[in-house]
């Protein structure tokens, strides 16, 4: 298991999809909450496979259940975590054109003690930017592999 630790750099490499689904049951035990990380790379990068480990890893959903979240903005899962709940939420901010939608999604009252928040796109937005406890940024690094970079704030 790794331990989480602020203030932290981690860079990965992955050569396929299901590797970088692997990295994200890896990457679970990173991310403590409560967390507001951004998730940034291109379409079709990989964001929305990698949270589909972070999600099978946490209990909260098998793989096929884990979508991106483009048109409803929100997904949400419970799971567990050394026996205590956690909720994952996965948004996708992509769609939305300035900070007065955002603040339509209630933000605050998904960051709770439990809570692991995810948001693609989240880098568009100033105000999630200076809120973000970490990001995840996802490039292509050449056909289906990937470099992953997660940074964790102190």
């Known amino acids: 298991m790794v331990e989480a630790v602020a203030g932290k ?9 299901g590797d970088t689904v692997d990295l994200g049951r890896k990457l679970a035990a990173l991310l403590a909450p409560p967390q507001l990380l951004l998730l940034r790379g291109d379409l079709g990068t990989g964001k929305t496979t990698l949270v589909k480990g972070i999600a099978e890893a946490l209990d909260a959903a098998d793989q096929d259940e884990v979508t991106s979240p483009t048109f409803t903005l929100l997904h949400e ?26 603040e339509t999604l209630g933000l605050d009252d998904l960051l709770t003690p439990d809570a692991l ?35 964790l704030k102190e």
Do not use: C, M, N
């Not at 750099?9 to 999809?17: A, D, L, P, R």
């Open 9 to 17: 750099v981690y860079e990965f490499t992955t050569g396929s999809g």
């Open 77 to 102: 899962y419970e799971g567990t975590r050394e026996g205590k709940p956690i909720k994952l939420f996965h948004l996708d901010v992509y769609r939305l054109d300035g900070e007065r939608q955002l």
């Open 117 to 151: 928040v995810l948001i693609e796109w989240g880098d568009k937005f100033k105000s999630l930017r200076k809120r973000a406890t970490g990001e995840i940024a996802i490039s292509s690094s050449g056909g289906d592999g990937r470099k992953i970079v997660v940074t």
